[in-house]
């Protein structure tokens, strides 16, 4: 049987592309998750693992997002060519249980590896670089702007909370903080 496996990190990600790409393969049975993959522990990953056999193969478009570094990648195949599994990694072809096919997989599991590691160091220092402007505000957007919120609070004087969340589209624990930061 052939089984994919696509992964992104946010719930703001897609997996569209990578779904496709599995499919495109023929792969009989497609787990999908959206889960960071800094954890070891990724739920339908985990599962999909348990239903592999011997003769089945496990495909992933991209080696990032089967492994979280090269040990782990490492471990994680040579625990599949135990089982007898085959692993078809597209961008790479597929890893072969051999000298030159764990050699080669060794090597590009360094260099994703490299490519996490230097998209990490570039955030850091974007992030560095915009703490210096005045106007930095770390964290996400306010969602509401100061005029939304300020009506919300005065719409609370004569209604329920329940009732200015229809009004507003405000949700209660926003405007419980924004009644909190306007009493302090």
């Known amino acids: 049987m052939k089984y994919g496996y696509a992964r992104v990190s946010t719930i703001n990600q897609d997996l569209k592309t990578q779904i496709q790409a ?3 393969e023929n792969c009989d049975v497609i787990y999908s998750e959206k889960f960071t993959g800094t954890k070891a522990d990724r739920p339908k990953f985990m599962e999909l693992l348990s239903k592999l056999e011997a003769e089945d193969t496990l ?19 040579k625990q599949l060519f135990e089982k007898g599994v085959k692993v078809h990694v597209l961008n790479m072809g597929l890893v072969e249980d051999t000298p030159t096919g764990r050699l080669t997989f060794n090597i590009m599991s360094s260099f994703a590896e490299f490519e996490r590691d230097m998209i990490v160091e570039r955030t850091q220092e974007g992030k560095a670089i ?23 609070l005065e719409l609370l004087v004569t209604n329920s909370y329940k009732q200015v969340e229809e009004i507003t ?3 209660k ?12």
């Open 22 to 24: 599995l499919k495109k």
């Open 59 to 77: 495909v992933v478009t991209q080696l990032d997002r089967f492994a979280r570094s090269t040990v782990d990648a490492i471990n994680k195949v």
């Open 130 to 152: 915009a703490k210096q402007r005045e106007d930095f505000r770390e964290g996400r957007p306010n969602k509401y702007s100061k005029k939304q919120i300020d009506h919300a």
């Open 169 to 171: 589209g405000i949700s």
């Open 173 to 184: 624990s926003t405007l419980i903080r924004a009644k909190r930061k306007q009493t302090k």
